[in-house]
């Protein structure tokens, strides 16, 4: 095999990669996030309409969280859950047979728990980050993520909550892509692989065809689903592509023109259960104390509504609502852009998981070989989740392609 023709690479980015990586590093550098993150934490609450200050919180009479627990804020309370209640010693366990009685609804296990309806409902279905809602996403997949959590925790240096990348951790495949000997293939969206006894090949849309003897097609499933592939997926693997979901995810970049917060006394980013969803604050340059510019992350259903809007409605009622919420912000935010994850028909979402159920009948077997093509992406990961997810699958999906040439 010569090494030109090694890997046909599809990713979520809809390019096309030919060839296989040199023989050496690939530097980026790493940030310690610790001295930022006090920022992210800086957050006061919006219920209804009403900001709630972190420190009212606990004796505040929306609070209907059980007496032990009022001192954890909406945003992490179900996180404290599943590390509290994790039976998962390590987060590759999560596929272990003795565990998929959990593959239930997350609503079922919080019930369980004894927490009432408004319970669940703030304390996970407020601005959800896995489905719409708690009917909506299976207990098993959120104690993965919180085993997973853990480990990397365990991982850090003493002193160190973590890293980031220098530039943003799209420097990672950026610097990996030019290490390849072949030049990427842009602006290429596939429309069908098929499949021969010893080679493979690549129809995309405006006419172009590729062939390697092996493709490896990172594409989340709500755009492979889109693909023919020949001879076509069949069973759990085929339903999975069909019907695994991905997270709805719309983000709303706006700029102050003030340093409005500083009227009203409240904390620049608000958690609010409104069209605003998580409104973050970003410190982009030298002074981290600086707040340059701020991302509104709507997720859930909330996400998936304002998905039916044009994107310049999804502005306007994304500054509408942040300025009925708090009134020193009228006039004092511009829209500088929006990108809807599940609007894009590459991505089809943010992320994937899991519905009730859908781990016992998909996790397992559904990034399983199809022939000459192999699959990878952070779907497909069953020991870790997002890019480190992402590199896991990549490096099996490699060493199938190497011990199959």
Not at 72 to 80: A, G, I, S, T
Not at 276 to 305: H, K, Q
Not at 380 to 394: F, V
Request: hydrophobic content about 45%; some cysteine; charged content about 20%.
């Amino acid at each position: 095999m010569r090494p030109d023709e090694a890997i046909l690479e599809i990713d979520s980015g809809v390019r096309l990669v030919l060839g296989v990586p040199h023989d050496h590093e690939h530097a980026v550098g790493l940030i310690d996030v610790t001295p930022i993150l006090e920022f992210f934490r800086e957050q006061d609450l919006v219920l209804d309409g009403q900001i709630i200050r972190q420190s009212e919180w606990p004796e505040h009479p929306a609070n209907p969280f059980p007496a032990s627990d009022k001192k954890f804020l909406p945003w992490n309370y179900h996180r404290v859950l599943t590390q509290r209640e994790n039976p998962l010693h390590a987060p590759e366990e999560w596929l272990d047979a003795k565990h998929a009685a959990l593959d239930v609804s997350a609503h079922r296990w919080l019930a369980a728990l004894g927490l009432s309806e408004r319970a669940i409902a703030i304390g996970y279905g407020m601005n959800a980050s896995f489905g719409r809602d708690a009917h909506d996403v299976s207990a098993l997949l959120l104690f993965f993520r919180a085993a997973f959590s853990k480990a990397q925790r365990a991982l850090a240096p003493r002193d160190c909550l973590g890293y980031t990348a220098e530039h943003g951790v799209q420097r990672i495949p950026e610097a990996m892509a030019g290490a390849l000997q072949r030049e990427i293939q842009f602006a290429r969206v596939v429309a069908a692989i098929s499949m021969q006894p010893d080679r493979t090949s690549i129809r995309c849309t405006n006419g172009a065809r590729f062939a390697a003897k092996h493709v490896i097609c990172a594409l989340p499933f709500g755009a492979l689903r889109h693909i023919v592939i020949d001879p076509p997926l069949a069973g759990a693997q085929a339903e999975a592509v069909r019907e695994l979901p991905s997270q709805p995810l719309t983000q709303v970049y706006l700029a102050p023109k003030s340093r409005f917060w500083e009227l009203d006394g409240y904390a620049p980013s608000l958690f609010t259960n409104s069209t605003a969803g998580m409104l973050a604050a970003a410190r982009n340059g030298e002074d981290p104390r600086e707040v340059t510019s701020f991302t509104a992350w709507i997720m859930g259903a909330t996400a998936a509504e304002l998905d039916r809007l044009p994107a310049a409605e999804v502005g306007r009622l994304v500054i509408g609502d942040i300025e009925r919420i708090r009134p020193a912000a009228r006039g004092q935010l511009e829209l500088i852009g929006l990108h809807s994850w599940g609007g894009d028909p590459y991505a089809a979402g943010a992320w994937a998981y899991f519905r009730p159920g859908e781990v016992r009948r998909f996790a397992a077997t559904m990034g399983e070989p199809h022939g000459r093509i192999h699959f990878c992406g952070e779907h497909l990961a069953t020991a870790s989740r997002g890019m480190e997810g992402a590199m896991e699958s990549g490096e099996r999906a490699a060493l199938e392609v190497l011990a199959h040439p």
